[in-house]
């Protein structure tokens, strides 16, 4: 199990908003490790979504966000549409374990 | 712009060594990355840091696989390599490769991300 938890689903309709949050602890985001953000689509490998709480890479949509408070970190998509149905995983560091740690993993489907 | 592709054997036998290649086009092995790493994600399930290795040769991996990895760099053949030794039916998945950059000069492996991913190459341990 990943000391990085998250919800394991969510949906929403399209147009809605919905936000992905990722709790961590004392040796990872509450540390002040940096929190990044993938999309896996069906049957395809994860794309980078939000590094370093809150940078979009080049020819990410506005609509992704990313935020980090404490030991926990968010990302918020809005205006959510049918292509966006994926899984969803944050990464981090955790200094106790030495690892890259990846969350639990998010299903949004699309209402 | 960077690429990556795995190759390697689709099925490996119980206790044997699990061997993968992945490739990298569009840039430098030596200069486009500081880091290149590898993670996996058994069937139906989430993502797990394989390990990493930086481009001096250093290397970082996930010490829940003890001892059974090894990660290396061929600069001339621009490709980095995964072996995984004493398989069992849990090292079962889908095994990618990735580039890793980071936000910050001089960082350290915990400011990194996964910026550039191979699609992946199914490996199942079986008999």
């Known amino acids: 199990q990943s000391v990085l938890t998250q919800t394991p689903s969510m949906s929403g309709a399209p147009g809605q908003r919905v936000t992905i949050s990722c709790t961590g602890g004392d040796s990872n985001i509450g540390a002040g490790y940096d929190v990044h953000w993938y999309q896996q689509l069906p049957g395809t490998a994860p794309k980078l979504l939000i590094y370093s709480n809150k940078i979009r890479p080049s020819g990410i949509p506005d609509r992704f966000s990313g935020s980090k408070s404490g030991a926990s970190a968010s990302l918020a998509i809005t205006g959510l549409q049918a292509e966006d149905e994926a899984d969803y995983y944050c990464q981090s560091y955790d200094s106790s374990l030495s690892v890259l740690v990846f969350g639990t993993g998010t299903k949004v489907t699309v209402l | 712009q960077l690429q990556l592709h795995e190759s390697g054997p689709g099925l490996v036998k119980p206790s044997e060594t699990l061997s993968l290649t992945c490739t990298v086009t569009g840039g430098s092995i030596s200069s486009s990355r500081s880091y290149w790493g590898w993670i996996r994600q058994p069937p139906g399930k989430g993502l797990e840091w394989i390990g990493s290795i930086y481009i001096s040769g250093t290397i970082d991996n996930n010490l829940s696989l003890k001892s059974r990895v090894i990660i290396f760099v061929d600069t001339s053949k621009n490709q980095f390599s995964l072996k995984l030794s004493s398989v069992t039916a849990a090292d079962t998945g889908v095994y990618y490769c990735?580039?890793?950059?980071?936000?910050?000069?001089?960082?350290?492996?915990?400011?990194?991300?996964?910026?550039?991913w191979g699609q992946g190459s199914l490996v199942t341990v079986s008999s």
């Open positions: 990735a580039g890793q950059s980071s936000a910050y000069s001089s960082s350290a492996l915990g400011f990194y991300y996964f910026d550039s």
